[in-house]
């Protein structure tokens, strides 16, 4: 199984390959235009722009949270639209600590495209040690995906209703603690989390620097969920829409887990049920 992660360096040395498709993936929560104005001032050459609320999300109903999956034909359409196709090798960016880059990687996935991968350092870092920028943007030749579903990469409600309390199962909690805790919630209508639910911070897999960690550390704190999945449990990851969780999904198949479901709707899917159990404090 591939490593996921890639560095600056491997990103340079293969930019302009042929069948290189780099994604521009910066998007800042509650200023959704952010991303792209920062793309249309300069970008890594050659890059495209996908958005996280217009190409990597459906639009928000009752139920699905925050930032639904787009249909399957739906977003193959679009990255055909932008010259994705089968035989590309897609690498991903932001400058949100890989957050949206990872959601574009398990979308692809799940579409059944494994030559996905994301920087291991943002724009930032990318621009400050002096690697080449533009605000030139690529002709891009439409071309056609074709998706092969992988259903199993992905968990709804009622999977997650059955994982609660299970043996088999380990619900993965992947915001910030007091989030987790229900001691504050920025976002959503109710604070807390899913019953029987442990925390992992999506961030614990990035340095001060917000370079992802060594190996090493990300299996270390990581321990919990890979003692869980060498058990044979299974593992669903969820955190506040489905975005935030993708880089937990990231470290674990960088470790050698690709055998982990994404609650994609996540906490903000979760409490549009009104008798779902929330829970508070440590489990």
Known sequence: MTNPLVSKKWLLARMYEPNMVIVDCRFQLGAPKAGRTAYDESHIPGAIYLDLESDLSAPVSEHGGRHPLPAPDVLAKRLGQVGINNDCIVVAYDDQGGMNASRLWLLLRWL????????????????????????????????????????????????????????????????????????????????????????????????????????????????????????????????????????NLVALHSLGYDNVRLYAGSWSDWISYEENPVATGEE
């Open 112 to 247: 059944g495209h494994d030559q996905a991968y994301v920087m291991e350092e943002g724009y930032s870092a990318w621009q400050q040690d002096g690697y080449p920028v533009t605000a030139e943007q690529r002709v891009v030749i439409p071309s056609s995906f074709q998706p092969a579903i992988r259903p199993n990469l992905i968990a709804d409600v009622n999977d997650v209703r059955s994982a609660i309390g299970s043996p088999g199962v380990l619900l993965v909690d992947s915001r910030e603690a007091p989030r987790y805790l229900g001691q504050t919630e920025p976002i959503d209508a109710k604070a807390g989390h899913i019953p029987s639910a442990i925390n992992a911070f999506w961030r614990n897999n990035l340095d001060a620097h917000g370079k992802w960690t060594s190996e090493e550390q990300r299996r270390s704190g990581l321990s919990e969920v890979t003692a869980a999945l060498d058990a044979g449990r299974e593992v669903i990851v969820y955190c506040g829409s489905g975005v935030s969780a993708c880089p």
